[in-house]
């Protein structure tokens, strides 16, 4: 086993999972206080036909040009889910759910053609659904490196901004702030992270990379900049556990892995969470209880002496 997690490929991959996990950890809580958590879910799904298209138009498996056409399917959604939100009484949770399975529902009939055309049942598209981390090879890695820390730096570089954007964004318009241009640029990086974790994790389970993380975080902490360290950490943790338990078996999908860690670290905040943990509001009430118990005792006992 440890000769499989040692060799160079899977060093690599272990490399970039991590970093993906970094990345989503972070631009997951930008989506958690904008309450668009489906959104994420919505333009995952939203990316499969890109990457069929870009597939049966190369007809080879080019990670940097599947991304692409990944990126450019997943902003028709975004566009479609934003065009339909403003010109109909659709509200925008229906206009994420019908977006998320059209696109899904057409992507999985492109990829039934493009598995029929020469070489396309070889080409590991079906690995865009679970995800197969393993079956990346080193220029899809650096290519993921790569896009994951330029989103990165654009949400360290603009801190200050995105508080402003997601907590006050009336005061941002105020002072002259774009806020329609820090809605477009969310848009990218929320699309550019979503792409990049497309092979590794699937279109299925890459939602839960961005939300599950954030979720975990806030049960620990109510400061925004905490929150994202501490969603990065924890899904940083989450990629590599994952990518190393998928590696130690032989054709294990990495994304079910990752997020099944990821669901642990939750679990685990959901109970023993500083903030509204169920087992920490459990001991503060029963403190609290027995605090007021204790008070009408001595006022009784006050009472009756005199």
């Known amino acids: 086993m440890w000769s499989t997690l040692l060799q160079s490929n899977t060093l690599w991959v272990l490399s970039s999972t991590m970093l993906l996990g970094i990345v989503a950890g972070a631009i997951g809580c930008l989506a958690y206080w904008k309450r668009q958590n489906l959104m994420s879910d919505a333009l995952s799904h939203a990316a499969l036909p890109g990457v069929v298209v870009a597939f049966l138009i190369i007809q080879e498996k080019n990670l940097l040009l599947l991304v692409i056409g990944a990126a450019v399917s997943a902003l028709l959604g975004a566009f479609l889910i934003q065009w339909i939100t403003n010109a109909s009484r659709i509200t925008e949770d229906a206009a994420m759910g019908m977006t998320l399975s059209v696109f899904y529902g057409v992507g999985v009939m492109l990829l039934s053609i493009a598995n029929r055309s020469a070489g396309g049942n070889q080409s590991g598209l079906n690995s865009f659904i679970y995800g197969q981390a393993a079956a ?21 570089i603009a801190f200050k901004e995105w508080k402003l954007f997601l907590f006050d964004a009336s005061f941002a318009k105020g002072i002259g702030m774009s806020v329609r241009g820090m809605n477009i640029l969310y848009t990218i990086i929320l699309v550019t992270t979503i792409v990049i974790g497309l092979q590794a994790v699937g279109v299925i389970l890459m939602a839960a990379m961005l939300i599950i993380p954030a979720v975990s975080a806030r049960y620990w902490t109510h400061s925004f900049r905490n929150m994202i360290l501490l969603a990065s950490f924890t899904g940083g943790i989450a990629g590599g556990l994952g990518t190393l338990i998928s590696a130690a078996g032989s054709g294990l999908p990495t994304g079910p892995f990752i997020v099944l860690v990821s669901s642990t670290i939750f679990v685990v905040s959901l109970l023993f969470g500083k903030e509204k943990g169920i087992v920490i509001r459990f001991i503060q009430f029963k403190i609290q209880q027995r605090s007021s118990y204790v008070k009408k005792s001595l006022t009784a006992d006050k009472g009756g002496a005199q």
């Open 136 to 156: 990346m090879v080193r220029s899809d890695v650096i290519t993921m490196m790569v896009l994951a820390a330029i989103v990165l730096f654009i949400i360290l």
